[in-house]
């Protein structure tokens, strides 16, 4: 098995998944997101997020300036519930 460097933290899941088709950014990425969570660092794909509260917890006026900087339209007339509706399904 060759040793594909630094980069590549799982030569084995690498090998496997180029010969099954993927490419090499694609390998290398589920690669190294298996060997972290093996590792139990934080810092792997499936831990990112989740650091913001809920929209239900932001107040109206923040939840128009989300609404604002995505270019929500009739962002003005909407109430909280709407606003939360429609951030949710931009």
């Known amino acids: 098995m060759p040793d594909h460097g630094s980069q590549i933290k799982d030569d084995d899941t690498y090998d ?20 972290a969570s093996r ?20 107040h109206k006026t923040e939840l128009y300036d989300r609404a604002k900087a995505l270019g929500i339209p009739g962002r003005s007339d909407m109430s909280k519930a ?6 949710r399904n931009h």
Do not use: V
């Open 39 to 58: 590792q139990g660092d934080t810092e792997n794909p499936a831990s990112k997020g989740g650091k913001a509260p809920p929209y239900e917890e932001w």
């Open 82 to 87: 709407e606003l939360i509706d429609a951030l």
């Open 16 to 35: 496997a998944l180029r010969r099954e088709g993927a490419s090499k950014e694609k390998a290398a990425r589920i690669a190294n997101a298996q060997a």
